[in-house]
């Protein structure tokens, strides 16, 4: 009988690094004009700066930004410091996770909601030092929850100047959808 520690890995997905609410004294930059071998995925707290394929950006509190590996990285607060979660992955699975949740790639965006975020960065460190049975298989599956989230939860900053009734309506039509769905019998 295989044992779970025999199988392959769910995603085949590796955390590097990571790091909750880093505060970033005025002038720090992230410079990397090759990009940094893997995935980086960020949620920013203040307004920034960044590099994304629409070129230099402002973005402002609860954006994110998952940089692809090779992409080239740049981002800095606005006029102050800032204050980041960072996670860096890698592995030959992310493509595919990144694409199956349509997570967006070198452009800012900010989920619909975003108090999940910490928390789940938190939840992947516990497991990486704590390093309990299976603990690489719950980064893994961590790991892929917090981009199927961003990915479902995830807008176009093109959408971000909706009024709150343009909000509430479409809140009000999932609301409606997840009704039928749940009584498509009837």
Known sequence: MAHLDDREEPYRLEVTGLGVHWVRKLGFTIDRPRGLGQYLLLRFYTPMLARTAAGLEQGEPDDCL????????WFTGRGVGY???WLHITGPGMPEVVGRYQVPVNTLFRPRQIDFFSPALEAISRELYQRERFWQ???QLLVGTLL???GRLATERA???LTPADLAHAEVLRSVRAEVHGRLQE
């Open 159 to 161: 959408h971000l100047d």
């Open 148 to 150: 199927l989230r961003l």
């Open 137 to 139: 298989h719950s980064v």
């Open 83 to 85: 204050t980041d979660d």
């Open 66 to 73: 998952l940089y692809e590996p090779t992409f080239p990285q």
